[in-house]
């Protein structure tokens, strides 16, 4: 199984930000993962951006909710992350994850991308 | 909400073993499993156990992991320290009252 994130490495503020997760190596449709989005800020540590099902059922960070829509494209094995409204705090390497429904392991990782909020 | 603290930083000598730990601050750290990660500079984050105790094929059995319910918290060991194992390690878990997932801070370990 493999995941790779794709999209703009600069952004806006104000604007939305939006990547993509292709999978390789197995079906988005296995029962047995969520597909989720992890950030990390320049310096700092790791922080769940969120999770989805490939039903489409999705789990949002209570502090990103407001903010952020998820979703999935069974026919292209991707799944996408949405952030609105961004700001300069919202520049960091986002990663895409594969999640174990039963163990909650984050495994494996995309390489991640640096996404830039800036005018 | 469900959090998992870590200390900032551990400093330990090579050949020595140096135990990091992640305190939930509520409900019990034993109802989901937890998992840390190692993540060096510029790299993507790493299993190094997973399921409390388990290693991924490729883990030296340096590494071990633990969970003490009495304390409500787990626990990384790395014994026999290496130069190598300089790295910034992270648990993680879930929080099943909000099905959200949760990262501790992070722990930037220093062996030198």
């Known amino acids: 199984l493999h995941l790779q994130e794709s999209g703009p490495g600069l952004v806006k503020p104000s604007e939305t930000l939006s990547l993509t997760c292709t999978v390789s190596g197995d079906s988005i449709n296995r029962t047995s993962y969520y597909w989720g989005w992890v950030r990390q800020p320049p310096g700092k540590g790791l922080e769940w951006i969120g999770s989805i099902y490939y039903t489409g059922r999705a789990y949002y960070s209570p502090s990103l909710k407001s903010r952020v829509t998820l979703s999935v494209d069974t026919s292209k094995n991707q799944f996408a992350l949405n952030l609105s409204s961004v700001t300069a705090a919202d520049t960091a390497v986002f990663y895409c994850?594969?999640?174990?429904?039963?163990?909650?392991?984050?495994?494996?990782w995309g390489q991640g991308t640096l996404v830039t909020v800036s005018s | 909400n469900f959090m998992l603290t870590q200390p900032h930083s551990v400093s330990e000598s090579p050949g020595k073993t140096a135990t990091i730990s992640c305190t939930g601050n509520?409900?019990?750290?034993?109802?989901?499993?937890v998992q840390w990660y190692q993540q060096r500079p510029g790299s993507a984050p790493t299993t190094v156990i997973f399921e409390n105790d388990q290693r991924p094929s490729g883990v030296p059995n340096r590494f071990s992991g633990s969970i003490d319910s009495s304390s409500n918290s787990a626990s990384l060991t790395i014994s026999g320290l290496k130069t190598e194992d300089e790295a910034d390690y992270y648990c993680?878990?879930?929080?099943?009252?909000?099905?959200?997932?949760?990262f501790g801070g992070g722990t930037k370990l220093t062996v030198l």
């Open positions: 509520s409900g019990s750290i034993a109802s989901n499993y």
């Open positions: 994850v594969a999640t174990g429904v039963i163990t909650g392991w984050f495994d494996p």
């Open positions: 993680q878990s879930f929080d099943s009252s909000i099905s959200n997932w949760v």
